[in-house]
Every structure is written in C-alpha cells, then in structure tokens.
C-alpha cells in the first residue's frame, strides 16, 4: 500500500477538495501548501518568499532554464528563483512520496514522480458553469460571472503552461493520466468513492 | 434508466471489448458495427458501400463540407459520401440512442448525441506498450512491434482527424468526456467495474 495518488485539477473543479477528502477515506497524508514549507525547510529559503513567489509564473517563459532544470538538481547551475523554486518543491514532493501512501495535489507532482515512486495519477476537471458557481459561491475568489470567467480563463492558461514548461506535456491530455473524472457531472462525494476504489484496485495490480 | 453510454477510445487500449462487456453487464444493447447496418437500411446506401467507404478518411480534409453538415440534415447539400455516411450514421445513432440505455464505441457518438440525449461519455486509452502486445497479440493485426507501431500511430492520426472534424474538439482531451480512464493500469474486468459504478451513479443523478 504505498502508492501515491497525485491530483491535476482544472482551478474550480473541486479537485483540491477530492483529493482532501480522499486522503481522509483512505487514511493517508494529504499535501498541497506542506509541500511548500517543506521545501522552505530544506532548501534554505524563506517560507515567505516561497509563498510570494511560487505562483507567479506570468513572466515565467522568457526565462532561460532547460526543461529539465530540476532533474539531477544542481544548485549552483539554477540562476532564477523559479526554477530554484520548482526544485525545491520537486525534492520536497519525492521525500513525501518516499515516505509511503498519500495524496499530492498539483504542483506537477505526477511528472515529477515518473519513473521514481508507483502513482495514480488523476485529473480532475468540469464544465465551466459548475466551475464558475464553484469560484463565486465556495471560494469567494470572484464577486460575479465574468469576473469568474476570467478568472477560469486566466487560472487554466497559466497551469497549462506551467505544467507544458516542466513536463513537455499537454496539461489535461487524457493520455497522460491514469483516470480523469469531471467532479460536475459526479459530484465530489462520488469522486472520492470511484477515486478510492480506482485506488485499491490499482494497488492491487 | 436511459442514459446512453458513449465510449471513444483509442486503437489497441480494449475500449471495444469493454464497451461490449459493460453493456453486457449492464443488460443493454451494444452498438458498433451494428449502426453502419442501420444506418445503410434507412439512408438507402448499400451495405457493401458504406462498409467499403466508412473508416476512409485519410483524404478527407480535402472536402469542403461544412462541420455542422450533419447536424439538421439536407440531403440534396450533401455532395459527398463521407458526409452522406456520417449523415447517415449520425441518424441510425441518434433512432437507436432514443430507444433506451446503450453503449455505442466509436463514431463520434459523444458529439452526434450531445444536447439530445442523456449521455456517459467515456474515452479509453492505454500505455503504447499495452496497446503494441494487443494489436499483436490479441487483434493480429500485425505481426512484429514496428509494424503494431506504424498501426497506432496511422490510427491515432486518422481518429484524432476525423473526431476534429466533425465536432470542432480535441479527441482524448480530458475535458471532452465525463470519465477516461487508462486500460493498461487497471485491467479490461476492472474497468468495467468501475465504468459499471461510475454509470449507476450517473444515473441516479
């Protein structure tokens, strides 16, 4: 029972929450932000300027960094705090799975686990209505519809290029995952169910 | 109970295989080559000509026929078999879906029957590795790994090109479906559990 089962979520989708509630069905870790502070804690930077910086990555192709930057990590080649960033949380990340069982959402965790750890990866996604009420009524990131459009719009591209930057891969391409659900037409509750039982399935094999 | 489900699925990953055994498990009709027989019965075609023309797509970019030529169907504007066939197919799709709970593989089902029928829209995948050892193995359809190989890849194009085609969207992106999953990982019998779970939950809804 050690397989780790990372989560790839469309923003508003409730693919967080899937993978929270999944960890607590099946009795395992559940990591997202302790991800952060623990590469804070091993990397030697500040929790804060990890915090402040590890989601913007508007400017974040103009850098010069190989795609395999993080890869067979080498310090003192990694000039930019992103890469140096992503690193960190990429060791982080494998020290976590290392340890046994548990569920890591986002942060690219399905690529950087390849090869190294058993995974299931999920992706999470969902129509843009049920996203866009999720975004207005649960997280309160957004007052009204277009405002959550954009938002939907903004979150989607910036993930996508984001992971499409480290893995060479399409972010949401079925092919990439183990299983992908859409949480609007199941439900969350139901998500945890099919997740959990996909899970014990898998680790059976 | 009338909810249709509709599998696409890569070449090589079992998705007909576990269409036809879900629908068994599920007591509903199977529908794949069946809806050609249909769809030539009721469009006056003969069968050997729709059989003969069907899968041949590889000039098909070349038609200047409107995506939207299927849909609100004009015979007499339709100058060309391939639209005439998918016309056709389109039709025997949308009479069969109607009549109750099925599984139809294949022929952008998803896409003819969106917004007129309840649907389960399932994309099945598999590793290449899983899929090369069944187009060898279990299909025969070639006889060595570079040959299985040349045969994915011809098949992926063909289906990816004919999908976009005819619906506007990306064949095995994620967010077309409700539910991809990975045959390789967890088994033909497995998938077809969690399919079977995965509809009555649907379902209920």
Redesign the interface.
């Known amino acids: 029972m050690d397989t780790v089962i990372t989560i790839s979520r469309?923003f508003g989708s409730g693919g967080r929450l899937i993978g929270k509630l999944l960890a607590q069905k099946l009795n395992i870790p559940f990591y997202d932000k302790e991800i952060i502070v623990k590469a804070a804690e091993n990397s030697g930077f500040a929790k804060e300027f990890i915090a402040d910086n590890e989601q913007k990555h508007s400017g974040f192709a103009s850098y010069a960094i190989p795609t395999s930057a993080w890869g067979g990590i080498s310090w003192s080649n990694l000039d930019n705090f992103e890469a140096k960033i992503y690193a960190a949380e990429a060791n982080a990340i494998e020290r976590l799975a290392k340890q046994g069982a548990c569920v890591i959402v986002g942060r690219c965790a399905d690529h950087v686990l390849k090869d190294k750890v058993k995974c299931?990866n999920v992706?999470v996604?969902a129509d843009d209505e049920e996203r866009i009420k999720r975004v207005i009524d649960v997280y309160g990131d957004a007052t009204d519809r277009k405002k959550a459009q954009k938002l939907l719009r903004d979150k989607d591209k910036s993930r996508a290029r984001h992971y499409r930057y480290y893995t060479d891969a399409e972010w949401?391409?079925?092919?990439n995952?183990?299983?992908?659900?859409?949480s609007a037409?199941?439900?969350i509750d139901?998500c945890v169910?099919?997740l959990a039982?996909?899970y014990l399935?898998?680790d059976k094999?």
């Open positions: 469309q299931l992706f996604f949401g391409d079925a092919a995952y183990d299983l992908c659900v859409n037409v199941f439900g139901k169910e099919m039982a996909a399935a898998f094999k």
